[in-house]
C-alpha cells in the first residue's frame, strides 16, 4: 500500500483484506475502522546487527541456490524496510481505530517510535524462515514518554523468503493492531493519558 492510499484510507471504510508493500515487504491487512480517533506520528530507527542488515540496510535476508550457495536479498532502497514497517504500522493504527498523520504533519496527539532491532530471512529450500523483532514506544509531542517500549517479534516459515516474510509480516501487522487496540495504547496515541486533570469547581 502506498503512503498516500494509507492516508486516503483512515477516511474511507476498505472491504475485505488487502495485501499491502513491495516486492519482498508485503503483508495482508484488513478494513480501516469506520472512524478513528487522535494522529500518531510514526517514526522508524533501523538497528539490525551489522551482519544481518546493519551494515548495508537494503539486505533483510539470503536464498540459497541448487548448490547450496548463498545470496543475499536486496531492497530497491536503503529505506524500504523501514519504510514499510511504518507502513504496515500505520495500517494497524487505522484498523485498530486510530489516525496516522502524513509526514511532516506539525500537530500530531502522539509519536509512535519504533526501533527495528532484527530482521531477517535465511534457510534452505524446502525451508526458509523470516523473522523480526522491534520495539514500540510512544511519546507525547513534547517528547514525553506515555507508553515505555512494548516488542513485537514474529517469525513463521514458507518454501521461500517471499512467501516467508508475507507470512511473518502479517504475523507482525496482527500483533500490532492487537497492541494498538488496547485501551491504555489508545490513551496514550490520542493524548487522553497524558491530559491535565480539570479545573477545580468554582466556589
Known amino acids: ?25 508485503m503483508w495482508t491487512a484488513r478494513p480501516a475502522a469506520p472512524a478513528v480517533a487522535g494522529k500518531l506520528m510514526i517514526t522508524v530507527a533501523d538497528h539490525r546487527e551489522v551482519a544481518k542488515g ?9 536464498e540459497r541456490n541448487g ?10 532502497t536503503p529505506t524500504e ?3 514499510s514497517v511504518r507502513d504496515l504500522l500505520g495500517q494497524a493504527a487505522l484498523t485498530a481505530g486510530i489516525g ?7 500537530a500530531p496527539t502522539a509519536k509512535v517510535a519504533v526501533e527495528i532491532q532484527s530482521m531477517w530471512c535465511d534457510g534452505y529450500s524446502p ?23 512494548v516488542p513485537l517479534q514474529a517469525d513463521d516459515g514458507a518454501w ?35 491530559a491535565p486533570p480539570p479545573p477545580p469547581p468554582a466556589q
Open 1 to 25: 500500500m502506498t503512503k498516500s492510499a494509507l492516508y486516503l484510507v483512515a477516511g474511507t471504510l476498505v472491504l475485505g483484506a488487502v495485501a499491502c508493500g513491495g516486492r519482498w515487504m
Open 81 to 83: 524496510a523501514a519504510d
Open 100 to 106: 496516522v498523520a502524513p509526514l511532516g504533519d506539525a
Open 160 to 194: 521461500n523468503c517471499h512467501d516467508a516474510y508475507k507470512k511473518m509480516l502479517t504475523k507482525t501487522y496482527d500483533q500490532a493492531v492487537a497492541l494498538m487496540s488496547q485501551p491504555q495504547f489508545k490513551d496514550a496515541a490520542t493524548g487522553a493519558a497524558g
Open 67 to 76: 548448490w547450496g550457495i548463498p545470496f543475499p536479498i536486496r531492497l530497491p
Open 54 to 62: 546493519g551494515k548495508d540496510s537494503r539486505v533483510v535476508g539470503q
Open 127 to 149: 525451508v526458509y524462515k523470516a523473522g523480526m523483532t522491534a520495539s514500540v514506544m510512544v511519546l507525547g509531542p513534547d517528547g514525553a514518554v506515555r507508553l515505555p517500549g
